[in-house]
């Protein structure tokens, strides 16, 4: 079983994936705090994996929706020599400007925080790169504390 917490009505779709950032400034006199975003971990990433239904006010997001999540890893591009499951390492992002790169979004992945300490939990493969100097994999990681 997951995590229940509360979304904004908008984006409790099953499947939404989303990184939680931490409370903003309204959440933290609010009465729903504790079943909202006290339930997550501040950099880490969770996909809605069901719609509860039940709705209550929400000061920033109008009204939120009651939904089960569960964290997930990321697809990420990491040096080879870091591509072992089971490793635990301090993620960078691949600097690159090219813009035609079909590995762009997994060099530099929107959901995962620059050096976030995540853990290597499944590797694809190399990745073809003609930029960057040092051989990269593609890999799943999870973010941690």
């Given at each position: 079983m997951?995590?229940?917490?509360?979304?904004g009505?908008?984006v409790a779709k099953e499947?939404?994936?989303?990184?939680?950032?931490?409370p903003?400034?309204?959440?933290l006199?609010?009465r729903?705090?504790?079943?909202?975003?006290?339930?997550?971990?501040k950099?880490?990433v969770y996909?809605?994996?069901?719609?509860l239904?039940i709705?209550?006010k929400?000061?920033?997001?109008?009204?939120?929706?009651?939904v089960?999540?569960?964290?997930?890893p990321?697809?990420a591009?990491?040096?080879?020599k870091?591509a072992?499951?089971?490793l635990t390492?301090k993620?960078e992002?691949?600097?690159c400007?090219t813009?035609?790169?079909?590995?762009?979004?997994?060099?530099?992945?929107?959901?995962?925080?620059e050096?976030a300490k995540?853990?290597?939990v499944?590797?694809?493969?190399?990745?073809?790169c003609?930029k960057?100097g040092?051989?990269?994999?593609?890999?799943?990681v999870?973010?941690?504390?």
């Amino acid at each position: 079983m997951g995590t229940i917490t509360l979304v904004g009505y908008l984006v409790a779709k099953e499947g939404y994936t989303f990184l939680h950032s931490g409370p903003a400034k309204e959440c933290l006199d609010c009465r729903l705090r504790k079943a909202c975003v006290d339930k997550l971990k501040k950099g880490h990433v969770y996909r809605v994996k069901k719609v509860l239904g039940i709705v209550n006010k929400c000061p920033i997001n109008d009204k939120v929706v009651t939904v089960e999540v569960e964290e997930v890893p990321v697809t990420a591009a990491i040096p080879k020599k870091m591509a072992v499951e089971g490793l635990t390492i301090k993620y960078e992002k691949i600097k690159c400007d090219t813009s035609d790169c079909p590995e762009k979004d997994v060099c530099a992945p929107r959901l995962l925080p620059e050096r976030a300490k995540v853990k290597v939990v499944k590797i694809y493969g190399r990745i073809q790169c003609r930029k960057h100097g040092e051989p990269l994999v593609k890999a799943d990681v999870l973010v941690i504390d």
